[in-house]
């Protein structure tokens, strides 16, 4: 039996490409974002012990954020020349297949994560990470494909929606499994050291549930969305530079796209922020937080992440709503505004109550900038089929940010406190609002932007 092909605009696609949100999300919440953070600051005997590896001591934090700095320069110099392979072959679809596969099984390797085998164990971590963002290249790269202009905002909010919902689900059977080891078949014994024993081995089975949820559910999505646009290409050796080259036109053409152009150097400021504090904000939870007791803190800073995806759901929603009565650009200062805010209210928390107040506004603004940054682009594109490199410079540029600001982040905290690196970060929302609003609002004709450059 032939298989239809879902066409452009129809409701089928698209609800088949918001659904891959909802498979890998899980990866953000419970990897990037909760229990591994949780279960990785678990395996020090204080937070003041230092970790060793490629044979350098430093911060625990410090470690953690080298490695995925690290991971994201390799997805922004391997991205340009996968999709200009996906390009050049018309397959997008195998090469998202691949990363997802690769981040799934990450995932999973993630269960023997331990100290003694510290440099296998990042390995796994650097796997699930690559995994995710890798495919987000291509994932990413279909929206201008599957969807209109004037169904892009809402689907792409549909799609973190959608995110936020699933990752939560399998959040509460994680927490479930965390607080409370014994309804799942784990031998939490007589003692407080034997009951954290049992959570911890809880915290390693929630890491396959992941793997398994992520490749599991993605079938769907594989299933329903088109290769991409085939020209019965083959790939040769010189086709491993067409990605750059790819690059290297895409920026050409942004001298004659001033509003293209001044949107992706607001994107690449205030993301490098936004992305580096999703990153850490866990982490930051952990060690400077007053919490009462290791239990509280535990069920805690899950309870705050869930509080954060709940709220995003919303946010993505009110955003989305907003970009259509207020505008895109508009919408995005007033975000970032918020987002400087949270900097300043962030240096000075100390209570439980006050991280989890940081909580319910990071969910209201995550999910709305996250979503909203890409239908903006989208919709900013030129008229072209060539989506694919278009939203791999896209990725590149968030890439390189996330990397510059994971490594200042890493400087600040080594040298000072993790409290000094959040608040450094305001700089770069202040920067992206000035930038945002250097943007046009209209697009104009071409000949005028490139006079205006």
Not at 143 to 163: M, T, V
Not at 343 to 351: H, K, L, Q, S
Not at 425 to 437: K, Q
Request: aromatic content about 16%; overall charge positive.
């Amino acid at each position: 039996m032939v298989k239809t092909l879902a066409t452009k605009g129809s409701k089928k696609l698209l609800n088949a490409w918001a659904f891959y949100d909802w498979a890998n999300s899980v990866y953000t919440l419970t990897i990037a974002s909760s229990i591994f953070p949780i279960y990785y600051s678990a395996l020090f005997s204080s937070p003041d012990e230092l970790v060793s590896a490629f044979g350098f001591e430093m911060k625990q934090t410090v470690l953690i954020s080298i490695i995925t700095a690290f991971t994201f320069l390799m997805v922004a110099v391997l991205s340009p020349i996968l999709s200009g392979i996906a390009d050049y072959i018309g397959n997008k679809k195998n090469f998202m297949k691949f990363f997802c596969y690769l981040g799934g099984t990450g995932c999973i390797g993630l269960y023997w994560f331990s100290l003694e085998h510290i440099h296998l164990s990042l390995l796994f971590y650097f796997m699930g990470l690559i995994g995710y963002w890798g495919s987000l290249v291509f994932y990413n790269s279909y929206l201008p494909d599957i969807a209109f202009e004037d169904q892009q905002d809402r689907i792409s909010a549909r799609g973190f929606s959608l995110g936020y919902i699933g990752s939560v689900l399998l959040l509460l059977l994680n927490l479930a499994m965390v607080m409370k080891p014994e309804w799942f078949g784990f031998d939490i014994g007589s003692t407080e050291e034997q009951n954290n024993l049992a959570k911890l081995k809880a915290m390693k089975v929630s890491f396959i549930t992941v793997g398994v949820w992520w490749i599991l559910f993605s079938q769907y999505t594989f299933y329903v969305l088109p290769k991409g646009i085939s020209n019965g290409h083959r790939v040769t050796r010189n086709v491993l530079l067409n990605g750059f080259r790819e690059l290297q036109l895409v920026w050409r053409q942004l001298k004659q796209n001033l509003r293209l152009k001044r949107y992706l150097g607001a994107f690449f400021v205030f993301s490098m922020a936004v992305q580096t504090i999703m990153l850490m904000a866990v982490y930051f939870g952990e060690k400077e937080i007053a919490w009462a007791t290791d239990s509280e803190k535990t069920s805690g800073l899950i309870i705050s992440i869930l509080v954060i995806q709940l709220v995003a759901v919303f946010g993505a929603i009110v955003t989305s709503r907003a970009s259509e009565k207020f505008g895109n650009i508009s919408t995005l200062i007033t975000v970032n505004a918020i987002w400087l805010c949270l900097c300043f209210y962030a240096y000075f928390m100390i209570t439980p109550m006050q991280f989890y107040v940081a909580a319910g506004l990071v969910g209201l603004v995550m999910g709305g900038i996250q979503a909203l940054a890409r239908s903006t682009y989208s919709k900013f594109l030129p008229e072209t089929e060539d989506t694919t490199s278009y939203f791999s410079f896209y990725d590149v540029a968030e890439k390189i940010g996330i990397v510059i600001g994971m490594v200042l982040f890493a400087i600040v905290d080594q040298i000072s406190t993790m409290r000094y690196a959040i608040l450094f970060l305001f700089l770069f929302f202040l920067v992206g609002i000035l930038l945002l609003l250097r943007v046009p609002r209209k697009k104009a004709p071409l000949y005028k932007e490139a006079s205006e450059n």
